[in-house]
């Protein structure tokens, strides 16, 4: 079973306007952590928001926050405000406290592009 | 302090020939790990390295592929006799130790091998 699932391949969205981006995932572990990172078409992989398995509150950084439903096994990117320069690629991963190895797995990403 | 450093950026090879990608942690960082990022695909693990062992190799290919993280210097990714299917993007990231699962991985800026 894939262990993390991102079931958009592409979205849009218009300037100034908000995007959830989707992400689910599978694991029997208690401890865990869930990350999301922006890849631009220039390629690097930039951190954006993470998520403890015991943070009781969804995690915020600035126009980044992360709808975290633990029982759905669910961990949702929303932007809001989109800005053009947040067209680019989203990708979900989870790190696993014990069956891992601290290794992060990686969802099929989201391309998000921001019109105009 | 630096980032995650990886060198070179852009690497050509022919088919049959030998690539080396490196990858320096940032100071104090004594894990590594590698992933590839096939084109349109999210980052697959490749290996996970501590300071001269070999930690998780699960995602390396059985064959032509091999890493190490030295005592010193650079953790190092072999690619010997490439194919066309080696084409792809390869991270690095590092984390510090005793951080485990909770922390974030810090990308390096990939290297980008094109195989002709």
């Known amino acids: 079973a894939q262990k993390i699932t991102q079931t958009q391949p592409g979205m849009f969205v218009q300037e100034k306007e908000a995007v959830t981006l989707d992400c689910t995932y599978d694991?029997?572990?208690?401890?865990?952590?869930l990350f999301w990172y922006k890849q631009p078409s220039s390629g690097e992989m930039i951190f954006l928001i993470y998520q403890g398995s015991y943070d009781e509150q969804n995690a915020t950084e600035g126009r980044y926050s992360l709808n975290f439903q633990k029982a759905r096994k669910s961990a949702n990117l929303v932007i809001s405000a989109s800005q053009l320069g947040d067209s680019a690629m989203y990708f979900c991963?989870?790190?696993?406290?014990?069956?891992?190895?601290?290794?992060?797995?990686f969802g099929d990403g989201t391309t998000l592009t921001v019109k105009p | 302090n630096a980032g995650v450093m990886q060198n070179p950026r852009h690497l050509v090879r022919r088919r049959g020939q030998e690539a080396r990608l490196r990858c320096s942690p940032m100071k104090g960082h004594s894990h590594v790990y590698w992933y590839r990022q096939l084109p349109e695909e999210g980052l697959k693990f490749m290996v996970y390295l501590q300071k001269e062992n070999i930690i998780d190799e699960s995602g390396m290919p059985k064959e032509r592929f091999s890493a190490e993280f030295p005592k010193e210097g650079p953790s190092i990714l072999r690619i010997q006799q490439v194919v066309r299917g080696d084409s792809a993007a390869y991270f690095c990231a590092s984390s510090p130790p005793g951080q485990g699962w909770a922390n974030e991985q810090f990308f390096g800026p990939g290297t980008r091998l094109t195989v002709l």
């Open positions: 991963a989870m790190r696993e406290e014990n069956t891992n190895a601290g290794k992060s797995t």
């Open positions: 694991t029997s572990d208690q401890s865990y952590g």
